[in-house]
């Protein structure tokens, strides 16, 4: 089955960490590019951040930039979202989601498509 499935979510303090994990499930990520989106209740679905296929190109929602990084490792067949000094307003479901593409490029807009099955994070104290 191809899948992707997100991990890592949890609640958290104001202030603290959470590392996301993307693994792939019966294909390879090596030619996928990655977008992690979030939904809060209530809210449209947004890009939060994006990989290419090599790591070389990311992206950045103007809300996190300096506080989450993404990154990849194709040999585990995985990707991942580090997320620093989290906010309450962080608050929501996050999704993997990845493209097939030749180019090396960055995308967090939809259609995306694979999709994981979501995450929830929480930051509340």
């Known amino acids: 089955q191809l899948q992707l499935v997100e991990s890592g979510g949890g609640l958290v303090q104001p202030g603290g960490s959470l590392r996301l994990s993307c693994a792939a499930s019966?294909?390879?990520?090596?030619?996928?590019?990655i977008g992690w989106f979030r939904q809060a209740p209530g809210k449209e679905r947004e890009g939060v951040s994006c990989i290419s296929r090599t790591g070389g190109n990311t992206n950045y929602t103007d809300s996190v930039k300096g506080r989450f990084t993404a990154s990849r490792d194709n040999a585990k067949n995985m990707v991942y979202l580090q997320m620093n000094n989290l906010k309450p307003e962080d608050t929501a479901v996050y999704y993997c989601?990845?493209?097939?593409?030749?180019?090396?490029?960055?995308?967090?807009?939809?259609?995306?498509?694979?999709w994981g099955q979501g995450t929830q994070v929480t930051v509340s104290s």
């Open positions: 989601a990845g493209t097939p593409t030749m180019q090396d490029v960055c995308l967090m807009t939809p259609p995306m498509a694979r």
């Open positions: 019966g294909f390879s990520l090596n030619y996928y590019t």
